[in-house]
């Protein structure tokens, strides 16, 4: 595979030398060895690289909402025990060729086995941090603001769960690359803080009153016209009911732990779209997108267009504590693990 499309493929020769290798030296891995117990981190010893496959080093791996559920089986998808949780790494090469990469899986290690067409190229520029923050929270970002919700300039975006790392990369994408207006939405004054630093016109603690009426006080009973809520339950609703006329709400995830029953008057009323992303799918169902928006997400960051924002950052050996952090909603912007 050559380098065919620029800041997409890789040099032929990297990807032949790692491929090459039939397993090495036994490296660590965080381990999931049973479902809502602690992970371990064990010496593990290196899989067989398949066709279409490369064995990289991980410096860093995101650590998503998802990989917590799915150790605690509470995800779509159920691998057999023992695994190793981590969908979003930022890798880096031996001859010094940098590649962000998703693999779903198998990412919390201090090497990963991956399909090469899940990688992609950082541009100079881009630190190894910033890229690691891209390919779960920037792709999803920009599919459900672009791809899913059309949103268009001046329209104003509301945003749920805003300061954390989802909700960061929405206002992002929303202000900096759409402009569009965002009000975001979070649990505590701090991260309504940092939601404003980061380019929120406006920013409602959902935890002193009514979402709705706060929206209504700052935008009148007209409404937002693009909803992105990642808490569901009860802040889905809310949000759901602070649309506008021709108002599109996308459904990103469930942190609050409850799933909302969608009310279809209130769609019809006002003529409201309600639809989802599951940025991960398009990897199956429409690659072109996905490999798409990565790499705008990476040339955007190479510009200066995007600042990702990476909150805290955790050993191999500390990954409990930053599954904790996360389900303690303490984090704020990317968390990420460092395996080196
Ligand atoms: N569909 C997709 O393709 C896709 C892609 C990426 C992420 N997601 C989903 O989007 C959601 C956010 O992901 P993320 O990576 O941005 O997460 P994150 O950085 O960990 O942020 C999660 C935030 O959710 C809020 N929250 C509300 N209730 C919570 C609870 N009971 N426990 C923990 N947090 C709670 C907290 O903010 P406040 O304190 O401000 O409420 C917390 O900071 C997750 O459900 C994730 O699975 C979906």
């Not at 999931?32 to 479902?35: A, D, F, P, S, W």
């Not at 009148?220 to 937002?224: A, C, E, F, N, R």
């Given at each position: 595979m050559a380098a065919v499309l620029r800041g997409r493929f890789l040099p032929r020769v990297w990807l032949c030398r790692k491929a090459g290798q039939g397993g090495g030296r036994d490296y660590r891995a965080a381990l999931?060895?049973?479902?809502k117990q602690p992970l371990t981190v064990e010496e593990v010893a290196p899989s067989p690289v398949g066709p279409r496959e490369v064995r990289v080093d991980v410096h860093f791996c995101g650590v998503n909402f998802a990989d917590i559920l799915v150790c605690r089986g509470q995800y779509q998808e159920r691998p057999h025990l023992p695994f190793t949780p981590g969908e979003s790494l930022m890798l880096f090469s031996l001859q010094g060729d940098q590649v962000v990469g998703v693999s779903?899986?198998?990412?919390?290690?201090e090497e990963c086995i991956i399909d090469q067409k899940m990688l992609w190229q950082i541009p100079e520029k881009v630190s190894l941090r910033e890229a690691a923050a891209l390919p779960i929270s920037y792709t999803t970002a920009i599919l459900a603001l672009?791809?899913?919700?059309r949103t268009q300039p001046g329209e104003t975006v509301l945003v749920t769960a805003a300061a954390g790392a989802t909700g960061l990369a929405v206002i992002d994408v929303a202000t900096n690359i759409l402009q569009a207006k965002v009000i975001a939405v979070a649990g505590s004054d701090e991260k309504c803080k940092l939601a404003m630093q980061r380019g929120a016109q406006f920013c409602v603690?959902?935890?002193?009153?009514?979402l709705k009426e706060a929206v209504r006080k700052l935008v009148?009973?007209?409404?937002?016209n693009v909803a992105i809520d990642m808490v569901g339950g009860d802040v889905f609703l809310e949000a759901l009911r602070s649309l506008a006329w021709e108002g599109r709400i996308v459904v990103v995830g469930f942190t609050g732990g409850n799933i909302a029953s969608v009310p279809a008057n209130l769609l019809l009323l006002k003529n409201i779209s309600a639809m989802g992303i599951a940025?991960?799918?398009?990897?199956?169902?429409?690659f072109p997108v996905l490999s798409k928006t990565l790499s705008s997400a990476l040339q955007y960051c190479q510009q200066g267009c995007i600042q990702p924002h990476v909150g805290t950052l955790f050993k191999l050996e500390e990954v409990n504590d930053a599954f904790l952090h996360v389900m303690q909603r303490k984090s704020m912007g990317k968390v990420l693990l460092s395996p080196k």
């Open positions: 999931c060895t049973e479902l779903f899986f198998n990412g919390m290690a672009e791809h899913r919700a603690n959902y935890n002193q009153g009514s009148g009973s007209g409404g937002v940025s991960g799918q398009y990897r199956d169902k429409n």
